[in-house]
């Protein structure tokens, strides 16, 4: 689980761009390496992870495996390899260590509230070093730009609610609220409409449905948020949004290279190449190379843009296709759906506690405003997205195995049967369930949350 959380301070947060130091040790490859060891370990176990049998999880590896089949059909072979292998790769081994380390719900929360820190560390170093630029906004950002960083951001948003609820240690919560605040800080200077109808889409799901949190919290983040805006957001700020309501006068709308226009193209794309797309990270070649556009600058001697799609599922939809538009969906729609399903007293949910509930709302939360802010950024192989799946996975994994013990559980319990009932179906002295045992669970096991001493109710 360390090396898990190393790799998503590495992979999402950057420290070794944030402090070079560590890039010269090269330690990210250092663990990397590391994690692909221990990773090769849990499947050599004796009782190896099955990862296919995840719905959530199944999805990254398909999108993997049309990448691995569309590189000889790429438009640029070199380029999808070099992706594949140095950033999607890393970002698929960071998953299923994310989805296989995690033991217990206490360890679920541990991980979790580190990846809330190291959100905390990026955004307060870009808040110290990097200047607000001409245009009113940030910019020169490392590694994203402020389009990217707001989605990121927006989408940590639902785990600093999670942590500000009753319950939690002080130190905990007093630093959830500094995040809080922080977060909104963040998303004004980054000056991205993306990131605010992201920030808008959290503010209503954590109001409306993150019910295992007490209502008072919930509104009490919501009112704080929007009192910084309020106060701290410039008029320039807010005549940047109010171009949301004026979408036909954007620019992005009416010229040839603003987002409508490249998103159009971009399905163009996809429909011209429905089997495996023109090849992962190789829509800006698709942008310079075969669009109509690049002809026509081509034609008067001028340079074109080689832009990305500035859309998560028109860029996967043209890289990787039709199936790999519709396996991007399906992640997205099988967590909604699995990771709502879990609530007390629901059908086979006897041993969910508020806290399983609260966590599972807050995942939902963030992916919601990846969904949202996703629309307007290239954030489709974010390692954000994928650290935030592996949670998920493990959540609901967890849960299956509790279940299963708890089922076993009422199985071994003597019941009490009348006596027509004991005349038609007889009770037999040893019931063949009575001899499955739960698996053991040694070093380097599957990612199943053990039972354990109940955790804090929330008020």
Sequence with gaps: MYLSLVMIWFSVWRVHILWPVLGRLQ????VEVALAMMVLLNYLSSAPPRLTRSKVLLAPFVLFGLMIVGLPFSLYPGRAFTF????????????????????TYRDLEWLTFAHLVGAVVYCTWVYVTIPIGPGGRLSDLVFY?????ALIVAASIPFAVYFARPGVTLIRRLFSIYALLLFACMIIKSGSRGGFLGLIAVAIFIVTAMHAIPLHVRLGAVAAGACLFLIFAPATYWTQMRTLLHPSQDANSTEDIGRKAIWKRGVGYMLS??????????????????????REYAARGAGLKWSTAHNSFVLVGAELGVGGLLTYVTMFVASFVLLGRIREGGPRMSSVTPDDVAFARTLMGSLLAFVVSGSFVSATYFAYLYVTIGLATAHLSGIQYREANAGLQRARAP??????????????RTPWWASIHPPTQAIGAPAILLPEAPSRRIA
């Design 273 to 294: 190449h429905p089997a495996l797309g023109v090849g992962a990270s190789n829509f800006p070649q698709a942008e310079g190379t075969i669009s109509e556009l690049s």
């Design 415 to 428: 019941r009490r049967v009348n006596s027509v009932a004991r005349a038609h179906f007889p009770l037999r």
């Design 145 to 149: 730009d402020a389009n990217d960083f």
């Design 27 to 30: 330690l990210s490859i250092v």
């Design 84 to 103: 594949v292998t140095k950033d999607f790769g890393p970002t698929l081994l960071l998953l299923t260590g994310v989805a296989t380390s995690i033991r």
